[in-house]
């Protein structure tokens, strides 16, 4: 009897503590694992020859005439003065930012009208249409030259600035209009509707809700209207003969002569021409990263 109750009044045994949680093993990628050098040396070396050029382009434009040193000492900037004055390159950069800004404006507002058409309204050749923009786009700029010409000689606008405005106007538009068109349609229909609703037309909807949205897509289509403008040398050349009338590209072929190349005077051209979109783009990078990446995916 005594055993029975010391039996019952012993204590149960403590349940045995759960075991710690194993840790799960992810698999890692074998990049993940790599060395740092196997990534810095690739990107250093790549840095190396895309630095090298731009190096060799400031050292011929601040060192003295005929010297063969690989540092620009003693530094001179009598290689810009001649271009910029005795080269016309002061007329030749108020052309290039004329033509850019007004190629930036014009290519910006046609875009966002079409391609605002193209993200919101349906009609029957809306696929045969942006068939034939993303057509034009393997058409080189080259054969544009002659019915280009034809025009603006019947147009007389030969020897304009304005030809060449809107020549890159036109040459710009499928891309940019495309690109303006997709970051549209990730602008919900919605907003809109509800501007609609609180008694604003469609105009006055799109330019307080949906336009304040677009500014890295217009950032994006605007800048590469701009950059593409400011380097081309085809239309520049065939439809200005006036030389006050020439562009950047234009004035930088006139310093390659038939005999012999003043490497300085064009190593310096070539700074003023780079320098303005290095401080674009500088200024932009966030911006238009954002509108291409936006504009390139489909809403």
């Known amino acids: 009897m005594s055993t029975k109750v010391a039996a019952k009044a012993a204590p149960a045994p403590a349940p045995a503590a759960p075991e710690p949680p194993r840790p799960v093993r992810t698999s890692r990628r074998a990049w993940d694992e790599a060395p740092r ?14 630095l090298i050029p731009f190096y060799w382009i400031l050292l011929f434009s601040l060192r003295p005439a005929g ?38 404006v014009m290519t910006t507002l046609v875009a966002l009208a079409g391609g605002y058409a193209l993200a919101r309204f349906n009609f029957r050749i809306k696929q045969l ?13 080259a054969l ?61 909807a799109f330019r307080i809700v949906v336009l304040p949205l677009l500014r890295p897509g217009l950032i994006a289509v605007g800048s590469f209207a701009f950059v593409h403008s400011w380097n081309h040398f085809l239309f520049a050349l065939m439809f200005l003969n006036n ?42 990078q966030k911006w238009l990263i954002t509108g291409f990446s936006a504009g390139a995916v489909k809403g």
């Open 243 to 284: 030389q006050q009338k020439q562009t950047i590209p234009v004035g930088l072929n006139t310093l390659m002569g038939a005999d012999s190349v003043d490497l300085g005077a064009l190593a310096a051209g070539g700074i003023i021409a780079a320098v303005p979109v290095v401080i674009v783009f500088a200024f932009i």
């Open 67 to 104: 010297s063969t040193s690989l540092v620009p000492w003693p530094m001179t900037f009598d290689h810009f003065e001649k271009v910029w004055t005795e080269r016309s390159f002061g007329v030749y950069f108020q052309n290039s930012v004329l033509v850019g800004i007004a190629t930036l």
């Open 129 to 141: 249409f942006m068939l034939a923009l993303l057509c034009s786009q393997f058409v080189p700029g």
């Open 144 to 204: 544009l030259l002659v019915p280009l010409f034809e025009i603006f000689a019947e147009l007389q606008m030969i020897n304009s600035l304005g030809s060449v405005i809107i020549a890159e106007t036109v040459f710009q538009l499928p891309l940019s209009m495309i690109l303006i068109s997709n970051f549209i349609k990730n602008v919900p229909y919605s907003l809109e509707e509800a501007a609609w609703v609180d008694g604003c037309n469609r105009f006055k």
């Open 37 to 50: 050098w196997q990534i810095y040396l690739p990107l250093g070396i790549y840095l190396v020859f895309t």
